[in-house]
Every structure is written in structure tokens, then in C-alpha cells.
């Protein structure tokens, strides 16, 4: 997903990882926002517990929550209307 922010672009990625570990939480999501030079900004992760059903959706909110906590508050929430606008503007990833 690409994102504006004061003129400059971000782009957004989610990779969803499943781990073959049993011991290990089954389902990852990471998040990385990189700069229009592609240099990492931020990236976090979102884990299910063994007792959770795995939802893309909400592996995508909770890391992207905890990846924009570097930016202020003036562009966590440009960041959100982008990511809630994403479907109306033809990208859903």
C-alpha cells in the first residue's frame, strides 16, 4: 500500500508467516513501512496465541498499530484513512 504524507510516499507491506513450530505462536503477520528511497522505516509484528483462530485483518491492524508508533500523531492518522480507504481506492492489500 502507498501512502502521501507531506509530500512524501510511503509504502506499506504485510507478509503473513506460519510457523511449523509447535511451540511457537502458528500464525505471524509483519508489518514494514519503507521510504521512497525503500529504506526501512519501521516494522513491527502481530502474533496469535495457540487459543486464536488466525484473521489477516486483524494481523494486519495490530502490527501496522504497533509499526506507526514512530511517526506522530498527524500522520498515524493520514496513515489510517489510507489504510481504511484502500479498497475504495482499488487496492486492497
Not at 42 to 57: G, Q, V, Y
Amino acid at each position: 500500500m502507498k501512502v502521501e504524507i507531506n509530500g512524501s510516499s510511503f509504502f506499506i507491506d504485510w507478509r503473513h508467516i506460519k510457523s511449523e513450530v509447535k511451540s511457537l505462536s502458528k500464525f505471524r503477520t509483519a508489518c514494514s513501512i519503507r521510504d521512497e528511497a525503500l529504506q526501512l522505516v519501521a516494522t513491527d509484528l502481530a502474533e496469535c496465541s495457540l487459543k486464536d483462530n488466525f484473521c489477516r485483518e486483524t494481523g494486519r491492524k495490530i502490527s501496522l498499530t504497533r509499526a506507526i508508533r514512530v511517526f506522530d500523531k498527524s500522520v498515524r492518522k493520514q496513515i489510517w484513512e489510507a489504510y481504511f480507504n484502500r479498497s475504495k481506492n482499488g487496492t486492497n492489500n
